[in-house]
């Protein structure tokens, strides 16, 4: 696969997300058995604005090259591995329910995704 069809792919993901996220957090989170209070739905849509910033990086970084692709690669491996992380350690707590194994398959696809990318088709900086 292209590294700018990846992009492409992070680029959907991430906005699709990010503006649920945005919009109706409360209602994406019911949907992995999570419950916000009204500081919970604040994070979310701050989350959700982060997405999209990441989403608009990945749409506009998708025909770069060189070092300012590798850079943009890297940094999503590291974020969607430590991301990877945090939703499995969500998920063996019993935070969410059956359904939140999909938010982890996502973010580990995400991850190796981006390290495909990276280190293997882009090559070591």
């Known amino acids: 696969m292209k590294v700018s069809t990846f992009l492409v792919i992070k ?69 969607d591995s430590v991301g990877f992380i945090v939703a499995l350690m969500a998920q063996l707590s019993g935070l969410m329910n059956a359904v939140g194994w999909m938010v982890v398959a996502v973010w580990l696809l995400l991850a190796l995704g981006n390290g495909y990318c990276r280190f293997m088709k882009l090559g070591a900086a």
């Open 11 to 79: 680029a959907i993901v991430s906005l699709a997300f990010g503006l649920a996220l945005a919009l109706v957090p409360a209602a994406l989170m019911g949907l992995y058995g999570v419950t916000l209070d009204p500081a919970g739905t604040l994070m979310g849509r701050l989350v959700g604005a982060c997405l999209i910033g990441i989403g608009l990086i990945c749409w506009l970084g998708r025909n770069v090259a060189g070092d300012a692709q590798r850079a943009i690669t890297l940094a999503l491996f590291i974020g």
